[in-house]
């Protein structure tokens, strides 16, 4: 099965570890290009390349003020991708819970006093 482009699939954006950055800086207020290249010390060429793919998939939106570029998260499409991992976290948290009662039920009958018999 052929692997969706980059630039139509939020995933495949996001798989980027250099756009989570970018996304990450972002997620507080919206940036100029100049901070997320100062702050994140990449090249600007780079930066807006990320951004420009973060922006077709609809991770990020621009808003122009004369030739400045603002950027920021776009929360509905963030969210898209953020409800699909919560499936995941279900069931890790699942997954540490029966580790955690595993682990306390093994810890429980090796503390057993002796003598003591179930």
């Known amino acids: 099965m052929a692997r969706a482009p980059t630039t139509s699939d939020p995933f495949n954006a996001i798989a980027e570890p250099r756009r989570r950055d970018i996304l990450t800086f972002l997620a507080e207020t919206e940036r100029s290009v100049a901070e997320i290249v100062d702050e994140l010390r990449m090249g600007q060429p780079s ?34 991708v953020h409800d699909w991992t919560q499936h995941f976290e279900r069931y890790w948290q699942h997954q540490l819970s029966r580790i955690k009662a595993r682990a306390e039920g093994t810890a429980s009958t090796a503390v057993r006093p002796t003598g003591d018999h179930p």
């Open 47 to 80: 930066v807006s390349k990320h951004l420009r793919v973060l922006l077709e998939v609809g991770l990020v939106d621009v808003r122009r003020e004369g030739r400045h570029a603002y950027y920021r998260t776009n929360p509905a499409q963030i969210k898209a």
